[in-house]
């Protein structure tokens, strides 16, 4: 239970940074429509359109995803040059120019380029932007700053499947993309009101920065060089690529399970409110005990959602698997995050994190495109979702090697 004198702290850290944490928010939530469990409510439609098999839609949304993760690498360093502001509104405007073009593209040959604008500015950009600006803010209360701007992601996770998938019913699924377009376009003049006051990485002082490992400022070339980057690596790329690929193959899912669209797609808000526990959890956690203690650990409810995913024959069982999968998700939105700022400093955060960003969209791609084939090829997901149980069981050993490693070289004070 958590004391009242604890509960004052919180509601005076939410009073006096409200509106940093709510633009956190907004860029996190407006992410949504470049995210896996948004696009994938219409594959149905999109694969019928333009006469795709589950391979091909895989395949297809695995190479726009993957020139997403390249860009990435140069596109987040911009964080460390540009406000979150002004970079902001920028990427809100693209993301709606991508939202128009998925609503009025005819053409097949398009639909990669399609996909790759909307994985750049929604998932990679949007997501990037927030999770920096929370990182380089906030130091003594980052956990708590992630997780309050994380909440964008749940609450897009729990209310756009619910809302657009009813929608399909009364419009065509072209009509929706302009909805989501006008929806990121509103995002503008919010953030802007929002970020009046925003800080700036040029104008943040020395000594509002913090360092990493060995007390240094990590460039992201001396980060690639150091061996911990690659310990994390399978980490980083598993949340991403298998949390994508379920949602991804949602309504293949559902049908080789016997159940409605619809009446999977209740069930994430169950999901959504275990990862906003989660998210909280981990954030108050991780301001007490740091990233390394917990980020070996934090992926092992993965093993046990994608068991049950396999073994599930009924609502009811999925409906565990979520609140697992949710454990992981929710604390995915803050230690990974405050991983790199804790390990390699705050000064070049925004170069060295669009690695990892980069690592986890490209993540995004290898799931779906495997998925995809496999499924091709007459490998079911109930099947996979078995391997996937044994990739985070060596994904978490993987870890724990690196941070038991690495760890002592943290500043004492950390």
């Known amino acids: 239970m958590i004391s009242l004198s604890k509960r004052s702290d919180l509601f005076s850290f939410l009073k006096q940074n409200r509106n940093w944490l709510t633009a956190g928010a ?5 992410s949504s429509f470049g995210q896996t469990f948004f696009i994938s409510i219409f594959a149905a439609e999109i694969q019928a359109d333009f006469g795709l098999s589950h391979g091909g839609w895989g395949s297809l949304y695995a190479l726009g995803t993957m020139a997403s993760a390249a860009t990435m690498v140069w596109a987040g360093s911009l964080t460390d040059i540009f406000r979150a502001r002004t970079l902001g509104v920028l990427v809100f405007g693209m993301l709606a ?16 380029i399609v996909i790759f604008a909307l994985r750049l500015t929604g998932q990679g950009m949007c997501s990037h932007i927030a999770v920096v600006s929370m990182a380089r803010w906030f130091v003594a209360t980052r956990g708590r700053a992630l997780s309050v701007a994380s909440l964008g992601f749940a609450f897009g996770e729990a209310l756009l499947p619910i809302v657009f998938v009813a929608l399909l019913g009364l419009f065509h699924w072209r009509s929706l993309w302009v909805v989501a377009a006008i929806i990121a376009l509103a995002g503008i003049p919010l953030l802007l009101t929002l970020l009046k006051t925003e800080r700036t990485p040029q104008s943040m002082a020395d000594e509002n920065q913090s360092v990493g490992m060995q007390g240094e400022h990590w460039t992201r070339k001396k980060a690639l060089r150091h061996p911990l980057f690659w310990f994390m690596i399978p980490a980083l790329l598993g949340p991403s690529a298998f949390n994508t690929a379920f949602f991804f193959n949602q309504v293949y899912f559902a049908d080789i399970k ?15 409110l275990m990862a906003i526990a989660a998210m909280v959890a981990s954030g108050i956690a991780l301001d007490r005990f740091g990233t390394a203690r917990m980020i070996p650990v934090y992926q092992l409810p993965m093993v046990i959602a994608f068991t049950i995913f396999a073994l599930s024959g009924s609502l009811v069982q ?7 999968l949710a454990m992981t998700t929710g604390a995915n939105s803050t230690l990974p995050n405050a991983f790199w700022a804790e390990f390699y400093g705050t000064r070049h955060i925004g170069s060295i994190k669009a690695m990892a960003t980069a690592v986890m969209v490209l993540g995004s791609a290898i799931g779906p495109g495997i998925t995809g084939v496999l499924i ?30 690495y760890r002592n070289a943290l500043p004492r004070s950390t």
Do not use: E, K
């Open 258 to 272: 016997g159940w409605s669209h619809l009446s999977l797609v209740t069930l994430f808000p169950l999901y959504t």
């Open 376 to 405: 091709d090829a007459g490998v079911d997901l109930n099947t996979q979702y078995i391997g996937v149980s044994v990739y985070f069981l060596l994904a978490c050993l993987c870890t724990w090697v690196g941070i038991h490693r």
């Open 26 to 30: 907004l860029l996190s939530l407006l």
């Open 318 to 324: 999925a409906a565990f698997g979520f609140v697992f």
């Open 97 to 112: 120019a991508s939202c128009l073009a998925m609503a009025v593209n005819p053409y097949l040959s398009l639909l990669p």
